[in-house]
């Protein structure tokens, strides 16, 4: 649901280009990038990207709802935005604050349905501020979510099971003191809204956003019209992907909505037109906390950004077929919305960042190769798990005619044949060439990414 920009050093991660771009790009040069990564390394499928300036929208989109679709992808196309939506969900919980109904500094169960219990520690209790910083303790998701449908892993998991792993966590670490991205929070901060208004999560957003800020293309639950606009998502693969349910979730990441939608929500964010929603989007910024090493903050619910340029306000996010990007440069306001129906490895953030700050590099694609047609049956001499350090495993396996791979930390991913032994990576610059025993099987395997080649042996 979320894919948080931090420095990365694992081994299977996309480099980034030094190129730079013009101050504020044409809408041909923007088009430019969407086919270089559509058509050209085929990172994505369909892309549509909403530039605010001085509070006015310009809409530039390419690609096509699903593979084989032709029809095109317009301002107007819907897509899943996945953590998108905890700005909309911080955004009610500011106005409750402002309201003083709700204290950020004190014990969010105060403001919960009667007989939660949440983890305590050191003596200290979780405040909405800690959920909303994502520095509360709490893990990302419940570790049993998704075992029953990986597919669609938020569906059907409730309030009662999120109360029930909650009276039994032990927090890691104190509260307040290091981030980790929770959506278990703002799942909380949606029930202590609700409990305080008296009102449900989806009557508050139509009544205190969507009404205000002139939204009709934005819903938790996509009515048949809006259903029609809805793009098909697609994996790092461009295989086609079940949408999402996110039940007890949805503040964190159930809103589908267009770029023509969300750049109003923009334009009233970021101050370039004014709203009633003024006083909550200054508080959302006015505290922060740190975010990741490099001086990265979060406030409530917008990460910034420092870079030599300026400071860009923003928040990402990603479900099982989809990439979402909304952000703006705080001194000009200039704002810019980009959605996705593909949840790419490669990502479309860098594309809002680059457009925000010409100083912000594209990332750089993968050469596209094609895939050669083998005999499955040769697959299985590939599966096992390969030593490239003793602390950096690639484990390789088969389903039905397909290889995939998983390195240490990091998520399965497809690799296709480019010939019998060597093997490439779609959503990452990145190939595998393998070394046959005297057994026929695979002995030991060699990633090459980045003009590097490193190889690791198999092992049992």
Known sequence: ?????????????????????????????????????????????????????????RFVSHGHPALGDDRQINEHTVFEIGSVTKLFTNVLLAEQVLAGKIDLDAPIVNYLPQGTVLPERGGRQITAFDLVTHSSGLPPVPPDLGAGNPANPYAGY??????????????????????????????????????????????????????????????????????????????????????????????????????????KFIAAASGAVASPLDPAFALMLARTRPSDPSGGKVGMGWFTLTHPKGEIVWHNGMTGGYNAFAGYDRQSRKGVVVLSNMAS???????????????????ALPKLRQAAEIDPALLDRYVGKYALTPAF????????????????????????????????????????????????????????????????????
């Open 1 to 57: 649901m979320k894919a948080v920009l931090t420095a990365l050093a694992a081994t299977l991660l996309p480099s980034a280009a030094l190129a730079e771009g013009p101050a504020n790009p044409s809408s041909a040069a923007i088009e430019q990038i969407l086919v270089e990564r559509i058509d050209t390394a085929e990172q994505n499928v369909g892309i549509a990207v909403a530039v605010i300036e001085d509070g006015v929208p």
């Open 158 to 263: 409730g309030a009662q099971a999120l109360r029930a792993f909650l009276a039994s966590y032990q927090l890691p670490r104190d509260i307040g003191t290091e981030f980790e991205y929770s959506n278990i929070g703002l799942a909380l901060v949606v029930q202590a809204v609700e409990q305080v208004s008296g009102k449900a999560y989806a009557s508050l957003l139509e009544e205190r956003i969507f009404k205000p800020l002139g939204m009709t293309e934005t819903a938790l639950t996509t009515t048949p019209e809006l259903r029609e606009r809805l793009a098909s998502g697609h994996d790092a693969a461009r295989n086609p992907t079940s949408n999402w349910d996110l039940d007890v979730f949805a503040g964190a990441g159930a809103l589908r909505s267009t770029v023509a939608d969300i750049s």
């Open 345 to 363: 490895t490669v990502g479309i953030e860098d594309i809002g960042f680059h457009i925000l700050a010409e100083n912000l590099p594209l990332a």
């Open 393 to 460: 495993v690639l484990e390789v396996t088969r389903e039905g005619d397909g290889l995939f791979v998983q390195a240490t930390g990091q998520e399965k991913l497809p690799v296709f044949a480019e010939n019998e032994t060597t093997f490439f990576y779609k959503v990452v610059d990145a190939q595998l060439s393998f070394t046959l025993g005297a057994d026929g099987k695979a002995a030991s395997v060699t990633l090459h990414q980045g003009g590097y080649s490193q190889p690791g042996q198999r092992i049992e």
